[in-house]
């Protein structure tokens, strides 16, 4: 694969916008922002919305979970893996509310792997979900 070649993943949601889900750079791969939408749909594992469109409620455990296997997904199809992740930027809407539950989980899947890690919250993201992870891995 060349440098700066875009990837994408099969399995991973589709972008909303026009972007690749991945490019690879030397021996570095970088991921464009990943929510918890699954691929085919609109449906975002965990989240009820109202007739507008905006969310009535929503669970950040399952929302996590989704976007973590989004993450492994396009490592994977890239060539990388889970293992090979050193840089995590976190976006979460409600740090108050939801940062335990998302901390307990990333200390789940990131328990052998500790990759850099920063946590922000930010006020909305472009589709009505509560989580997206900018990720930076290795790769051969």
Not at 39 to 58: C, H, M, W
Not at 96 to 103: I, L, M, P
Not at 116 to 124: H, L, P, Q, S
């Amino acid at each position: 694969m060349a440098d700066q070649d875009p990837i994408n993943s099969s399995k991973a949601p589709e972008p909303v916008g026009l972007y690749p889900h991945a490019r690879r750079v030397g021996n570095l791969l970088f991921l464009s922002g990943v929510g918890p939408r699954e691929r085919g749909t609109k449906q975002i594992p965990g989240v009820e919305l109202n007739d507008a469109g905006e969310i009535v409620s929503y669970d950040i455990e399952a929302q996590c979970r989704s976007v973590f296997q989004n993450v492994r997904y396009i490592v994977e199809d890239a060539g990388s893996s889970w293992d090979r992740i050193v840089d995590v930027t976190v976006y979460l809407t409600n740090m108050k509310d939801d940062f335990a539950t998302y901390n307990r989980i990333y200390a789940e899947y990131f328990a052998d792997n500790q990759p850099c890690r920063t946590t922000v919250e930010i006020n909305k993201l472009p589709t009505p979900i509560a989580i997206e992870l900018k990720v930076i891995a290795t790769i051969d």
